[in-house]
């Protein structure tokens, strides 16, 4: 009964822009963290990007001081916006949050269908 649906990846160049959204829809009564994680061919999943319900944000070094996390908790979406884009930003955007839905007292991690980036010239 909870889907994450994620948009805004694609192709852009590097020193490009983009901004990822990831929105949550079903028996939700409270979503506690959130955050961005991606995956390059061949290589492991890596965290990207975390938020808490608090507002505190975790990055990745890689991506720090060019990237931000942010949260609409009315929308129960988060975003990633990306920016000064490289090639080795190059992955599968992947969001997940940790939802307790209605008549459950833990919350369980959901995931979403992931988005292409590609940073090319």
């Known amino acids: 009964q909870v889907q994450l649906v994620e948009s805004g990846g694609g192709l852009v160049q590097p020193g490009g822009s983009l901004r990822l959204s990831c929105a949550a829809s079903?028996?939700?009564?409270?979503?506690?963290?959130m955050g961005w994680y991606r995956q390059a061919p061949g290589k492991q999943r890596e965290l990207v990007a975390t938020?808490?319900?608090?507002?505190?944000?975790n990055y990745a070094d890689s991506v720090k001081g060019r990237f931000t996390i942010s949260r609409d908790n009315a929308k129960n979406t988060v975003y990633l916006q990306m920016n000064s884009l490289k090639p080795e930003d190059t992955a599968v955007y992947y969001c997940s949050m940790g939802v307790v839905r209605y008549s459950f007292s833990l919350q369980r991690d959901y995931w979403g269908q992931g988005t292409q980036v590609t940073v090319s010239s």
């Open positions: 079903g028996s939700i009564f409270s979503i506690n963290a």
């Open positions: 938020i808490t319900s608090g507002g505190s944000t």
